[in-house]
């Protein structure tokens, strides 16, 4: 009893194996028909489009040949005596022959337009060639010219130093005590050289070097400005410090404590008296301003300069004045003319130097 119960429950799994199979097939059976009955539209179709793209080709063929039926004849007729020579031809023929001559024309006219175009561009070519090496050329001479003008910098520079060495440019300020030396030069992560690469980097490398030369042109202009200022100051102070002899002679009386020509007793004598010829002119030492003209008992005619910066000098027992007062007088003009004016033993010049109003010596300025 359970072995038949068994074998029908086998019997009926295979049964609807069976089934399942047999509709997996009736399925792509319909489902093959269905795509050949798809194909075979289609085929019918396209065979339609052909069918009647021929007939319009063949219409069209047709009239080309009827039309082709014409003929076209040319006579030439020479001017001697000779047969007329006469060339027929189909209208087809005619077509044909002008289809091909427009064809021909064309792609000669095209040929032609190509050469002359790449002949162009073969010539533009060669000038961007010319010019990119005219320019390549122009930026490594430009590229040189940097360095010189870099070397030429850093000479000015020594040139700079040296003339402010020589010229000993300190100003002693006791707040602020100022030494104008000449400073620069580059960096020691700079290197002023353009090294090779592309277009695009050596003009940035060349913009950058003349922006850095033209800082560096301005700095030295500057400096060399501060030494012309200094220096036109310092010529200013030395054309006004009295550095010449007034008058050329003997000195007969010396700077500082003497006996008097006149008591006999000792006494200060604030001055260098200088013995001449009289009549003999007398210069001024350095340019000033005349400040004072008078004729004392003790000194005759007297002259005053002054020559700012505290400095002043006077000129004694001349013989008469040759300026007048608030006249602007430079080195080496005269003054006045050596005499014996005053309280004198002979013919002489009397020669003062102030600083503040307190005699110095006139040896000290004196060559």
């Not at 028909?33 to 319009?56: H, N």
């Amino acid at each position: 009893m359970p072995c038949h119960c068994l074998k029908d429950k086998n019997c009926t799994e295979g049964d609807e194996v069976a089934k399942d199979v047999l509709s997996g097939v009736r399925f792509y059976i319909r489902y093959i028909s269905s795509l050949l009955q798809i194909s075979i539209i289609k085929a019918y179709d396209v065979g339609a489009s052909v069918l009647s793209r021929i007939r319009e080709i063949r219409g069209k063929m047709s009239g080309f040949l009827r039309a082709s039926m014409d003929h076209y004849t040319v006579l030439i007729v020479p001017q001697k005596k000779s047969s007329v020579k006469k060339i027929s031809a189909s209208s087809s023929a005619v077509r044909i022959a002008m289809i091909a001559a427009m064809i021909v024309s064309v792609s000669i006219i095209y040929v032609f337009y190509e050469y002359l175009s790449a002949k162009r561009d073969d010539l533009e070519l060669n000038y961007l060639r010319k010019l990119s090496a005219a320019q390549k050329e122009e930026i490594e001479r430009i590229s040189s010219k940097i360095g010189y003008f870099e070397k030429k910098l850093e000479s000015l520079k020594e040139y700079d130093q040296q003339i402010r060495s020589m010229a000993d440019m300190v100003v002693n300020d006791r707040k602020n005590k100022k030494e104008y030396r000449g400073v620069g030069g580059p960096s020691a992560d700079h290197d002023s050289r353009i090294l090779p690469g592309n277009d695009a980097v050596i003009i940035g490398g060349i913009g950058k070097s003349m922006d850095r030369l033209i800082e560096e042109a301005s700095r030295q202009e500057r400096s060399f400005r501060e030494i012309v200022d200094f220096l036109e100051k310092r010529k200013s102070i030395l054309a006004r410090t009295p550095s010449i002899w007034p008058v050329e002679g003997w000195v007969t009386s010396g700077f500082g404590m003497r006996h008097s020509p006149f008591s006999g007793r000792k006494e200060f004598h604030g001055a260098l008296d200088i013995a001449a010829r009289s009549g003999k002119p007398v210069l001024a030492p350095a340019d000033g301003i005349v400040s004072e003209i008078e004729h004392r008992s003790d000194l005759g005619n007297t002259l005053s300069i002054d020559h700012g910066n505290g400095i002043t000098t006077s000129y004694a027992h001349m013989l008469r004045c040759n300026a007048s007062i608030g006249q602007s007088v430079r080195r080496g003009d005269v003054i006045g003319y050596v005499g014996s004016t005053g309280r004198s033993t002979g013919p002489h010049l009397h020669y003062v130097v102030q600083i503040n109003g307190i005699p110095v010596n006139p040896r000290t300025y004196l060559p």
